[in-house]
């Protein structure tokens, strides 16, 4: 991190009581209100006082974008926003994105194409690519590549992301399903993979 | 990492904002997109004992035309400049120099004169506004004043900013017609700040002899350094190969970078001479396919 | 890629199928349940205060202030939670080691930058925080030490006081006769490779939660954990509690492990024990600035390699003598002594020196991340083998195809000891065939006739090609539990946890041909000490080559005890052949009478009050089973990259990979390759991006994700990968480990491709990773140096 030079520090001994503040917000579409710190972060607001924990928190300093979720259509990190800064905005977080029980278009290709692990990272992810999907299909990979590169994942090395990002857009023909579990008929050979 | 207590101060109207930053002057921090100070925040870097958030001051939200030129005031997002058609013809520099700023998710929430505010050598929009001959307009309760680009960065991380005052705006003309330029840069990782970068324009003249040039470096000073006797090469030829080597080994010999953990001096130096020349080249292969 | 097979003769269904995973619906909703995500109610939030020097004294520590800020329950230095203070042992020691002992909390001294001083509990993170920063500690700061080469220079401060020297272990590994070989060798070729790789960067940093149980005087912690069980028998013995009044459950989902979150910290400790005495739930969530000072990584070997060999590139003998970065205390060997024998590789050699320098640092202690002291190995050795093809004028693919330990040849056996402790055996593999297909599918003729006509127009291309073993599937054991549950199902319990390698999935895939049941009946369930009393934890990929067994295993024993139910409900004379119907249980051939698991349950398991049990019914339809494997299973590959090098930027472009991976037979090839293809990401960043840097006095100077590059998807190049599959004659499924063969060879195959590249200059590629500075000075340095 850059050094800035401090001025001086107000201890938490002789500063005032912790100011509070009521904030609300619109989260997937349902309006709610709850109190927080004024130096609460988005994130923790969302998270631990919305009690939407689908959002996740993995640097706290806006580069692995874990925590990514959509102001007002536009993804950002809400670890770098306080929640005070989202009184009487709209949120969505990775909480609204299926239909019901049933996954969206998005959330099926990740699956299909076994884009998560250990899925710690995946909501940013998933919130990042539906951002970049409302301003339009991906067409190539380069910029599939592009629209990920704001998140990082550990586990899966990306590319079935790459894929997934592509099919949504049109721009792949789907994954095969992987199979399912039920048993199979006739001892067939088990399915490869190209 | 969780941010320190603070004060937190949303002011709606300027002479509120003004007024609390004269109060509290060094004991305050303004917070626009929030995207250079929260990661201070939460490591603790900073610990302000008032936080201005500006974002709900009416009026500095949209990049305005002015005469020949735009003025950018204090609550544009990057994204927004990024994705203008208009800001895309009037000042490609700027608009190129935007898609090597971090993430899309940074550039939503992060404005322009915040970029500016913080004043990190290694960033690619003071660079830019160098550049552009831009002008920084600073707003505090007591007056208004106006520092051309060149007097607003002082170091690294330190800008002529003083701390009861605003960067209300930042304004620049349009380039002369037939400028072309390049944003040339070199980070680790794209979205990285950048390990050296070049803002450079050449503007056409008769003959397709180049009449202007900008040569600006970033990354290798403690400031964005313009390198005018580089520029001086250029200016008057046609930016042949052997013009365009002159202008690297000019730039080489005007640069003095330090070295850090991720790259040695001698490396910076080399590679902002590259990122000149190959700007330049950029630049002059845009005009050249344009005519 | 090739065709997924099952093994022979055990009509498998499931197993080598491409099944989709049953953790991802949780995940893709927002509903997984990580560590930070459970809803704890009440729980007060812990925050450390930790070391700002690499080596000082601790003179004294004032937590006055911190104790008076509103919302702090409790301040704790080491001297306040001295009755637990136990040195944490190492995980892997040697009978030479000099040893200091790590503590829970510093006492009096601390040894490097991160080291727990002091734990606040407080109402919530924010304010522990704030508390944490009011604590002052009086330190005498005292000389550090920053690397292995400052530790051994003569004269050098000592990392612990009254040290004798700054070498934890010195060992030794010969096989053959290496003096006599080098003495009549023809060639002799000797290089320093300087060899640093990142830490685990799992997503979620690592993280502790615990409340003790005042009615069943039981102690409850969640741990962000890969080895639940190593962490409760830590708990116990520093506790010095009955393991039964401990239950550790590592989260449903972990965010990811890679070696770091096997490790056990001062934290893990600490934060139960404060619990414990304040009575409250306590956690502790690691943020990423702590992760990056606090975390174990593995950071830096320094090797000295000499190889000898014959006019044609045969290998004679191979001498490496390396150092390695322990920090400041020993967590474990296994790092160092995974390396010791990983240099050989694939090649035939018959005279072996291997020697270890273990050297204490200031700096944080280091452990496994995954490859684990294998990549620095492969790169020493496959950079040889590419010197020893420059220097005879030969190819480097040809030379390592005349090298290579024949099919035929295995088991072979090395001549060393691995560190599990049983002669280095390689039990099965096909290194030509993996050399072969990695070289078909790269092109490899036509890349060469193609390098060669861009270095006619002045461009750099390179290829390169690595090759490794991988000793995977260690011992000494892992176990399953299976049981027939009251509504029907079949519940797996595995004292494994997972970070995402999908066990939920592949467990009931493999119990599910054990069985012969529906996959759908079968459910897996991780982690938890409480429902299956001992296990080792997952690291080393050695999950599938233990577990899956001991799954296998006790799947097949439940079944038997199912079908024996069932002749008996069905009055059936015995023996006969019994099958599933789906949920159903019958003879083979006649569905039409049959009894349901559910029944079945009911009858054996859930029994009636007081009412004699059917005659010839099992009592309690549970089994349990614990695999030992003999020895280390071996996986092994090739890499093989073309790349190309900008040398005014130092730039690295890669444009094509080939991974050829054998991991014996494959449970589920979609999750192999994701397997596969995370670990080579991690490669990439050991490759070319990860490096942590320290300045002279040991502090830390890459502490944050603007200044440690892991790659995005911008960084990673897509990859051809295809497998073979050797099966490991060493457990009963021929599973081997899939987790590091990604990441192990792809720092020497792109460090080989960027050298043979820039050939034309010249331009020695010794120290990894390999970032554009170090390229651009590796040229300079060629030119000054008249190559």
Same mark, same amino acid.
């Given at each position: 991190?850059?050094?800035?030079?401090?001025?001086?520090?107000?201890?938490?001994?002789?500063?005032?009581?912790?100011?509070?503040?009521?904030?609300?917000?619109?989260?997937?579409?349902?309006?709610?209100?709850?109190?927080?710190?004024?130096?609460?972060?988005?994130?923790?607001?969302?998270?631990?006082?919305?009690?939407?924990?689908?959002?996740?928190?993995?640097?706290?300093?806006?580069?692995?974008?874990?925590?990514?979720?959509?102001?007002?259509?536009?993804?950002?990190?809400?670890?770098?926003?306080?929640?005070?800064?989202?009184?009487?905005?709209?949120?969505?977080?990775?909480?609204?994105?299926?239909?019901?029980?049933?996954?969206?278009?998005?959330?099926?290709?990740?699956?299909?194409?076994?884009?998560?692990?250990?899925?710690?990272?995946?909501?940013?992810?998933?919130?990042?690519?539906?951002?970049?999907?409302?301003?339009?299909?991906?067409?190539?990979?380069?910029?599939?590549?592009?629209?990920?590169?704001?998140?990082?994942?550990?586990?899966?090395?990306?590319?079935?992301?790459?894929?997934?990002?592509?099919?949504?857009?049109?721009?792949?023909?789907?994954?095969?399903?992987?199979?399912?579990?039920?048993?199979?008929?006739?001892?067939?050979?088990?399915?490869?993979?190209? | 990492?969780?941010?320190?207590?603070?004060?937190?101060?949303?002011?709606?109207?300027?002479?509120?904002?003004?007024?609390?930053?004269?109060?509290?002057?060094?004991?305050?921090?303004?917070?626009?997109?929030?995207?250079?100070?929260?990661?201070?925040?939460?490591?603790?870097?900073?610990?302000?004992?008032?936080?201005?958030?500006?974002?709900?001051?009416?009026?500095?939200?949209?990049?305005?035309?002015?005469?020949?030129?735009?003025?950018?005031?204090?609550?544009?997002?990057?994204?927004?400049?990024?994705?203008?058609?208009?800001?895309?013809?009037?000042?490609?520099?700027?608009?190129?120099?935007?898609?090597?700023?971090?993430?899309?998710?940074?550039?939503?929430?992060?404005?322009?004169?915040?970029?500016?505010?913080?004043?990190?050598?290694?960033?690619?929009?003071?660079?830019?506004?160098?550049?552009?001959?831009?002008?920084?307009?600073?707003?505090?309760?007591?007056?208004?004043?106006? =520092? @051309? &680009?060149?007097?607003?960065? #002082?170091?690294?991380?330190?800008?002529? !900013?003083?701390?009861?005052?605003?960067?209300?705006? /930042?304004?620049?003309?349009?380039?002369?017609?037939?400028?072309?330029?390049?944003?040339?840069?070199?980070?680790?990782?794209?979205?990285?700040?950048?390990?050296?970068?070049?803002?450079?324009?050449?503007?056409?003249?008769?003959?397709?002899?180049?009449?202007?040039?900008?040569?600006?470096?970033?990354? =290798? @000073? &403690?400031?964005?350094?313009? #390198?005018?006797?580089?520029?001086?090469? !250029?200016?008057?030829?046609?930016?042949?190969?052997? /013009?365009?080597?002159?202008?690297?080994?000019?730039?080489?010999?005007?640069?003095?970078?330090?070295?850090?953990?991720?790259?040695?001096?001698?490396?910076?130096?080399?590679?902002?001479?590259?990122?000149?020349?190959?700007?330049?080249?950029?630049?002059?292969?845009?005009?050249?396919?344009?005519? | 890629?090739?065709?997924?097979?099952?093994?022979?003769?055990?009509?498998?269904?499931?197993?080598?199928?491409?099944?989709?995973?049953?953790?991802?619906?949780?995940?893709?909703?927002?509903?997984?349940?990580?560590?930070?995500?459970?809803?704890?109610?009440?729980?007060?939030?812990?925050?450390?205060?930790?070391?700002?020097?690499?080596?000082?004294?601790?003179?004294?520590?004032?937590?006055?202030?911190?104790?008076?800020?509103?919302?702090?329950?409790?301040?704790?230095?080491?001297?306040?939670?001295?009755?637990?203070?136990?040195?944490?042992?190492?995980?892997?020691?040697?009978?030479?080691?000099?040893?200091?002992?790590?503590?829970?909390?510093?006492?009096?001294?601390?040894?490097?930058?991160?080291?727990?001083?002091?734990?606040?509990?407080?109402?919530?993170?924010?304010?522990?925080?704030?508390?944490?920063?009011?604590?002052?500690?009086?330190?005498?700061?005292?000389?550090?030490?920053?690397?292995?080469?400052?530790?051994?220079?003569?004269?050098?401060?000592?990392?612990?006081?009254?040290?004798?020297?700054?070498?934890?272990?010195?060992?030794?590994?010969?096989?053959?006769?290496?003096?006599?070989?080098?003495?009549?060798?023809?060639?002799?070729?000797?290089?320093?490779?300087?060899?640093?790789?990142?830490?685990?960067?799992?997503?979620?940093?690592?993280?502790?939660?615990?409340?003790?149980?005042?009615?069943?005087?039981?102690?409850?912690?969640?741990?962000?954990?890969?080895?639940?069980?190593?962490?409760?028998?830590?708990?116990?013995?520093?506790?010095?509690?009955?393991?039964?009044?401990?239950?550790?459950?590592?989260?449903?989902?972990?965010?990811?492990?890679?070696?770091?979150?096997?490790?056990?910290?001062?934290?893990?400790?600490?934060?139960?024990?404060?619990?414990?005495?304040?009575?409250?739930?306590?956690?502790?969530?690691?943020?990423?600035?702590?992760?990056?000072?606090?975390?174990?990584?593995?950071?830096?070997?320094?090797?000295?390699?000499?190889?000898?060999?014959?006019?044609?590139?045969?290998?004679?003998?191979?001498?490496?003598?390396?150092?390695?970065?322990?920090?400041?205390?020993?967590?474990?060997?296994?790092?160092?002594?995974?390396?010791?024998?990983?240099?050989?590789?694939?090649?035939?050699?018959?005279?072996?020196?291997?020697?270890?320098?273990?050297?204490?640092?200031?700096?944080?202690?280091?452990?496994?991340?995954?490859?684990?002291?294998?990549?620095?190995?492969?790169?020493?050795?496959?950079?040889?083998?590419?010197?020893?093809?420059?220097?005879?004028?030969?190819?480097?693919?040809?030379?390592?195809?005349?090298?290579?330990?024949?099919?035929?040849?295995?088991?072979?056996?090395?001549?060393?000891?691995?560190?599990?402790?049983?002669?280095?055996?390689?039990?099965?593999?096909?290194?030509?065939?993996?050399?072969?297909?990695?070289?078909?599918?790269?092109?490899?003729?036509?890349?060469?006739?193609?390098?060669?006509?861009?270095?006619?127009?002045?461009?750099?291309?390179?290829?390169?090609?690595?090759?490794?073993?991988?000793?995977?599937?260690?011992?000494?054991?892992?176990?399953?539990?299976?049981?027939?549950?009251?509504?029907?199902?079949?519940?797996?319990?595995?004292?494994?946890?997972?970070?995402?390698?999908?066990?939920?999935?592949?467990?009931?895939?493999?119990?599910?041909?054990?069985?012969?049941?529906?996959?759908?009946?079968?459910?897996?369930?991780?982690?938890?000490?409480?429902?299956?009393?001992?296990?080792?934890?997952?690291?080393?990929?050695?999950?599938?080559?233990?577990?899956?067994?001991?799954?296998?295993?006790?799947?097949?024993?439940?079944?038997?005890?199912?079908?024996?139910?069932?002749?008996?409900?069905?009055?059936?004379?015995?023996?006969?052949?019994?099958?599933?119907?789906?949920?159903?249980?019958?003879?083979?051939?006649?569905?039409?009478?049959?009894?349901?698991?559910?029944?079945?349950?009911?009858?054996?398991?859930?029994?009636?009050?007081?009412?004699?049990?059917?005659?010839?019914?099992?009592?309690?339809?549970?089994?349990?089973?614990?695999?030992?494997?003999?020895?280390?299973?071996?996986?092994?590959?090739?890499?093989?990259?073309?790349?190309?090098?900008?040398?005014?930027?130092?730039?690295?472009?890669?444009?094509?990979?080939?991974?050829?991976?054998?991991?014996?037979?494959?449970?589920?090839?979609?999750?192999?390759?994701?397997?596969?293809?995370?670990?080579?990401?991690?490669?990439?960043?050991?490759?070319?991006?990860?490096?942590?840097?320290?300045?002279?006095?040991?502090?830390?100077?890459?502490?944050?994700?603007?200044?440690?590059?892991?790659?995005?998807?911008?960084?990673?190049?897509?990859?051809?990968?295809?497998?073979?599959?050797?099966?490991?004659?060493?457990?009963?499924?021929?599973?081997?480990?899939?987790?590091?063969?990604?990441?192990?060879?792809?720092?020497?195959?792109?460090?080989?491709?960027?050298?043979?590249?820039?050939?034309?200059?010249?331009?020695?590629?010794?120290?990894?990773?390999?970032?554009?500075?170090?390229?651009?000075?590796?040229?300079?340095?060629?030119?000054?140096?008249?190559?």
């Amino acid at each position: 991190m850059p050094e800035t030079t401090s001025p001086e520090t107000t201890s938490p001994e002789t500063a005032g009581p912790e100011t509070k503040t009521l904030v609300t917000v619109t989260v997937n579409g349902e309006r709610c209100s709850a109190e927080a710190d004024v130096r609460t972060t988005l994130a923790d607001f969302v998270r631990h006082r919305l009690g939407l924990t689908g959002t996740h928190l993995g640097c706290e300093h806006g580069v692995c974008g874990a925590c990514t979720i959509l102001v007002d259509g536009a993804a950002v990190r809400s670890c770098l926003m306080l929640a005070v800064q989202a009184d009487g905005h709209r949120l969505e977080t990775i909480e609204g994105l299926a239909d019901g029980d049933r996954l969206n278009p998005l959330q099926e290709a990740f699956h299909r194409n076994h884009a998560l692990q250990c899925g710690f990272c995946t909501s940013g992810f998933l919130m990042s690519v539906t951002a970049a999907l409302r301003d339009g299909p991906v067409s190539t990979e380069a910029e599939a590549r592009e629209v990920l590169s704001g998140n990082i994942c550990r586990c899966t090395g990306y590319a079935g992301m790459v894929r997934a990002v592509l099919e949504v857009s049109g721009t792949a023909s789907p994954a095969p399903r992987p199979a399912g579990e039920e048993p199979v008929e006739e001892a067939q050979p088990p399915r490869g993979e190209a | 990492m969780k941010p320190p207590r603070f004060t937190y101060h949303a002011p709606t109207t300027l002479e509120e904002a003004t007024a609390v930053l004269r109060e509290h002057a060094e004991d305050a921090k303004v917070l626009a997109g929030g995207q250079s100070l929260m990661p201070l925040l939460n490591f603790r870097l900073a610990t302000p004992g008032h936080l201005v958030d500006i974002n709900r001051l009416p009026g500095l939200g949209e990049p305005e035309r002015i005469e020949h030129g735009w003025r950018i005031p204090a609550l544009v997002r990057q994204r927004q400049v990024e994705l203008s058609r208009a800001m895309a013809v009037s000042a490609p520099l700027l608009t190129e120099a935007l898609g090597q700023v971090a993430h899309a998710q940074i550039r939503n929430r992060g404005t322009i004169c915040g970029s500016l505010a913080h004043g990190d050598a290694a960033a690619e929009l003071p660079s830019v506004m160098l550049a552009l001959d831009a002008r920084m307009t600073m707003l505090s309760a007591d007056d208004i004043r106006t =520092v @051309a &680009a060149g007097e607003f960065f #002082l170091f690294h991380l330190t800008t002529t !900013v003083r701390p009861d005052e605003l960067l209300l705006s /930042v304004e620049f003309d349009d380039p002369p017609p037939r400028t072309f330029s390049a944003f040339a840069e070199f980070a680790l990782r794209k979205g990285d700040f950048c390990l050296a970068g070049a803002a450079v324009s050449v503007t056409l003249g008769d003959g397709d002899a180049i009449s202007r040039t900008r040569v600006v470096v970033a990354g =290798v @000073a &403690a400031t964005p350094q313009r #390198l005018r006797v580089v520029e001086d090469i !250029v200016t008057g030829t046609r930016g042949d190969d052997d /013009v365009l080597a002159a202008a690297r080994d000019r730039a080489y010999a005007e640069i003095n970078p330090t070295g850090d953990v991720h790259a040695d001096a001698e490396y910076r130096r080399g590679l902002a001479a590259t990122l000149v020349r190959r700007g330049l080249a950029t630049a002059i292969a845009k005009g050249r396919d344009h005519a | 890629m090739d065709v997924v097979r099952a093994p022979a003769g055990t009509g498998n269904r499931m197993v080598g199928a491409r099944i989709g995973r049953r953790e991802d619906r949780r995940l893709l909703l927002g509903q997984g349940r990580f560590l930070d995500d459970l809803d704890m109610p009440g729980a007060y939030e812990a925050a450390f205060l930790r070391s700002a020097h690499g080596h000082a004294r601790i003179l004294g520590i004032d937590v006055t202030a911190a104790r008076r800020v509103p919302g702090v329950i409790g301040v704790f230095t080491g001297e306040d939670v001295r009755p637990m203070m136990k040195p944490l042992p190492a995980k892997v020691a040697h009978p030479a080691l000099q040893d200091f002992p790590r503590l829970p909390m510093a006492l009096d001294a601390v040894h490097y930058v991160g080291e727990p001083v002091a734990v606040v509990v407080a109402e919530n993170r924010y304010i522990a925080e704030d508390a944490v920063e009011l604590i002052e500690v009086d330190y005498e700061v005292l000389p550090a030490v920053a690397s292995t080469a400052d530790a051994l220079a003569p004269g050098a401060p000592l990392v612990h006081e009254g040290a004798r020297d700054n070498i934890a272990v010195h060992v030794v590994q010969e096989a053959g006769d290496p003096g006599t070989a080098f003495a009549v060798a023809p060639h002799v070729l000797e290089e320093t490779y300087r060899i640093t790789r990142g830490g685990g960067h799992s997503m979620e940093c690592r993280a502790v939660a615990a409340r003790y149980d005042t009615v069943t005087r039981q102690l409850v912690v969640w741990d962000s954990t890969q080895a639940p069980h190593y962490a409760r028998n830590a708990l116990a013995n520093l506790y010095d509690m009955p393991e039964d009044d401990i239950r550790l459950i590592a989260p449903p989902d972990v965010g990811g492990g890679f070696g770091p979150k096997a490790q056990f910290y001062g934290e893990e400790a600490v934060v139960p024990w404060v619990a414990m005495q304040l009575r409250v739930a306590v956690k502790w969530i690691e943020d990423r600035r702590e992760n990056f000072v606090s975390a174990m990584m593995e950071r830096t070997q320094t090797h000295r390699i000499r190889v000898a060999f014959d006019d044609d590139g045969m290998l004679l003998g191979l001498h490496d003598v390396f150092e390695h970065d322990q920090g400041a205390y020993v967590a474990g060997l296994q790092v160092p002594m995974i390396t010791l024998t990983t240099v050989p590789g694939q090649y035939r050699i018959a005279n072996i020196h291997t020697e270890l320098y273990s050297c204490y640092t200031n700096m944080v202690p280091t452990s496994s991340v995954r490859g684990a002291g294998r990549p620095q190995a492969v790169a020493a050795m496959e950079r040889m083998m590419d010197r020893v093809a420059e220097k005879l004028g030969l190819d480097p693919a040809e030379v390592r195809r005349r090298n290579l330990i024949q099919p035929e040849e295995m088991p072979y056996r090395v001549g060393l000891i691995f560190r599990d402790g049983s002669p280095l055996t390689y039990d099965s593999g096909d290194f030509p065939r993996l050399l072969a297909g990695v070289r078909d599918r790269i092109g490899y003729d036509d890349q060469r006739a193609r390098q060669a006509e861009m270095r006619a127009q002045g461009r750099f291309l390179g290829i390169g090609i690595a090759c490794y073993v991988e000793g995977c599937g260690l011992g000494p054991y892992e176990g399953a539990k299976a049981r027939l549950t009251n509504n029907g199902e079949v519940l797996l319990t595995l004292a494994a946890a997972p970070q995402g390698q999908g066990y939920e999935t592949v467990y009931a895939q493999i119990a599910s041909d054990a069985m012969g049941l529906a996959m759908p009946h079968i459910r897996v369930t991780t982690g938890d000490t409480e429902r299956i009393p001992f296990g080792q934890g997952t690291f080393a990929s050695r999950i599938t080559a233990t577990a899956g067994p001991a799954v296998h295993q006790a799947a097949g024993k439940l079944r038997d005890l199912i079908f024996t139910s069932a002749i008996v409900m069905l009055q059936l004379p015995a023996g006969t052949t019994m099958a599933f119907h789906d949920d159903r249980i019958g003879p083979r051939d006649d569905p039409s009478r049959s009894v349901t698991l559910r029944e079945v349950s009911q009858v054996a398991n859930v029994g009636r009050h007081g009412i004699t049990l059917l005659h010839g019914v099992p009592a309690g339809l549970e089994t349990s089973s614990y695999f030992a494997p003999e020895r280390a299973a071996y996986a092994s590959g090739a890499h093989g990259v073309v790349l190309e090098v900008d040398p005014e930027t130092g730039r690295v472009t890669i444009d094509r990979y080939v991974i050829g991976h054998d991991c014996g037979t494959v449970i589920n090839p979609m999750l192999v390759d994701g397997q596969v293809l995370g670990g080579f990401a991690h490669g990439i960043g050991n490759a070319l991006y990860e490096e942590q840097f320290y300045d002279d006095a040991a502090q830390p100077q890459t502490t944050s994700y603007l200044d440690f590059a892991l790659a995005s998807a911008l960084e990673v190049p897509p990859v051809e990968l295809f497998h073979i599959q050797s099966p490991s004659p060493l457990n009963p499924l021929g599973a081997k480990g899939a987790g590091e063969g990604g990441t192990i060879p792809a720092p020497a195959a792109i460090a080989g491709a960027v050298e043979d590249a820039l050939r034309p200059l010249g331009a020695r590629i010794n120290d990894l990773p390999i970032t554009p500075p170090k390229i651009v000075a590796a040229i300079r340095r060629a030119r000054t140096e008249g190559r």
